[in-house]
């Protein structure tokens, strides 16, 4: 017999993808079903679910969920197992998931993700399907909202466990919408959903939650500090013994490079060779000049998070230093300007597109030389990992699940055979100008730097260990509220 997990979230690949998140939360099903776990998938009816919806069932209509009128569905696409909560009101508009067309939030997210997490809770307390899940997984803050509805249903609940993406969008709004969410007023305590002054989403989540996770073991314990916990610091810090790291893997069917359909010549580490016309194939696609100098490729969001301000700021020295670049990315305006200009300025050295394309994305890391990623945080980073399986050698900051994944070129690494990227420490320009400079110096070398493709495309960041660490914990979970009684 499976054990039922509910799994809610904002998104899921391939349905709705803004980032990592969506990566993460469509790999865990299949991740998690070896051990014994049936996850369903909760997510908001987008205009693209629905569509992608191959079965559906509506088993519960909502006269009034906050408000709302709303449908659960019940359904599958890809081979996940979904419930969506249906609501034209709240989920079919233009813009992105989060944010209207300008890319400004949408003003009643706290209801679009209030409702998501209440209609969670009545599922999870078993009162609105047949599906009656033993533990609920909430993902970033737009899930959380769920656990603290389940801690203030006063009945016994099942026990939930609340995954950290990013601890730097707390979901947080103010305390004028608590009267709308339907918590009784005891709920709004520095105990309860209160944070700052406000409503806090994840905050409300992690204080309820059986058990706190996030993406990688060094981001578990950098949130405990100011500078990363974004002022949830301390609430991390005092349940520190109900926090795990646990760093995320890959769907190596979707990511592997001997049968990537994105690729114009597929490869393995022992045909490393092959990845040769891939380059060519990213220099055509970004109009750089051929030559035999290093590729290095950006797919990232494009905010300071990621670095991105002091990378622009470094396109000029990264093309003195011999290296091209490939970029593809979307974000913060003033970003895409900057690297627009840089690629007027450096035309056959710097390419840009600015956008979001999945299949480029495949392009880029089967064959580009090297991806750059010099986050200021990362609490996990799948880039790097996907670099690492294609060949594609990550340029890191030592942080979160950066720091976690990758073996710095640094001499002994050299010397062992056993490095795999180059990590430097501190955003700055001068210390990503030295890593990149380290890398231009391996990439002279060519065995050497073969040597390094070789051991990133080795190391193992399948699911495998992942899903069991996961496992374990929910195990640990069902176990204790047994024996609690309930
Ligand atoms: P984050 O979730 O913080 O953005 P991650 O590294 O965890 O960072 O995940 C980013 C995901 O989004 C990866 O799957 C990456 O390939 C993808 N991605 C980011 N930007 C783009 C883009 N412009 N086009 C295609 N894929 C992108
Ligand atoms: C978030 C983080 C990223 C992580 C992803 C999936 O978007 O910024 O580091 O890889 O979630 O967990």
Redesign the pocket.
């Known amino acids: 017999m499976m054990t039922s997990i509910l799994s809610l979230a904002s998104e899921a690949?391939p349905l709705i993808?803004?980032?990592?998140?969506?990566?993460?939360v469509g790999a865990m099903p299949g991740a998690l079903a070896p051990h014994g776990f049936r996850l369903t998938t909760m997510i908001p009816g987008y205009p693209e679910v629905l569509k992608a919806l191959d079965s559906r069932q509506v088993v519960h209509r909502y006269d009034d969920l906050l408000g709302i009128e709303a449908r659960l569905v019940a359904g599958t696409a890809y081979g996940l197992d979904l419930l969506v909560l249906e609501s034209p009101e709240l989920f079919s508009r233009g813009g992105s998931a989060y944010c209207d067309v300008t890319g400004r939030d949408w003003p009643d997210n706290w209801l679009r993700f209030g409702a998501l997490g209440r209609a969670a809770a009545d599922v999870a307390l078993g009162k609105v399907s047949d599906l009656h899940p033993e533990l609920l997984h909430a993902h970033d803050w737009q899930a959380a909202m769920a656990v603290a509805y389940l801690r203030y249903a006063g009945v016994a609940a099942i026990p939930s466990v609340v995954t950290i993406?990013?601890i730097a969008f707390p979901g947080r709004f103010p305390a004028d919408v608590f009267p709308e969410l339907g918590l009784p007023p005891e709920a709004f305590t520095i105990e309860g959903v209160e944070y700052y002054g406000g409503v806090g989403f994840l905050k409300a989540g992690l204080r309820a939650a059986a058990a706190i996770t996030t993406?990688s073991p060094t981001y578990a314990e950098e949130i405990r500090k100011k500078a990363f916990g974004m002022g949830l610091e301390g609430l991390i810090a005092a349940r520190r013994d109900h926090v795990f790291g646990i760093v995320?893997g890959i769907d190596t069917a979707i990511w592997n490079p001997a049968t990537d359909p994105h690729l114009a010549s597929v490869y393995d580490a022992g045909t490393l060779d092959r990845r040769k016309q891939n380059k060519r194939a990213v220099e055509t696609a970004f109009g750089l000049a051929q030559g035999e100098g290093p590729v290095f490729c950006i797919?990232?969001?494009l905010t300071t998070?990621?670095g991105m301000d002091v990378l622009a700021s470094l396109a000029d020295t990264l093309v003195a230093m011999g290296g091209r670049l490939a970029l593809?990315?979307?974000g913060d305006a003033k970003l895409e300007a900057s690297f627009a200009a840089a690629a007027r300025r450096h035309p056959g050295r710097i390419g840009v597109?600015i956008?979001?394309?999945?299949a480029?994305?495949h392009k880029l890391?089967g064959g580009a030389d090297a991806i750059l990623?010099p986050?200021r945080f990362?609490?996990?980073?799948?880039?790097?990992?996907?670099g690492l399986r294609y060949g594609c050698a990550p340029v890191a900051t030592r942080t979160g699940?950066l720091a976690d994944t990758i073996v710095d070129a640094n001499e002994a690494a050299l010397a062992a055979g056993v490095a795999t990227g180059f990590l430097f420490d501190g955003v700055t320009a001068d210390g990503l100008t030295h890593a990149i400079a380290r890398a231009v110096a391996v990439y002279g070398n060519p065995t050497a730097w073969r040597l390094l493709q070789e051991q990133g495309m080795k190391a193992d960041y399948s699911w495998n260990r992942s899903g069991k660490r996961y496992a374990e914990l929910f195990r640990r979970l069902l176990k204790e509220t047994h024996r609690s009684g309930r």
């Open positions: 690949y993808k803004t980032g990592g998140l969506a990566d993460v993406h990013n993406v995320n797919i990232s969001r998070q990621k593809l990315g979307s597109r956008g979001y394309d999945e480029l994305s890391q990623i986050s990362e609490p996990c980073g799948l880039t790097q990992l996907y699940g």
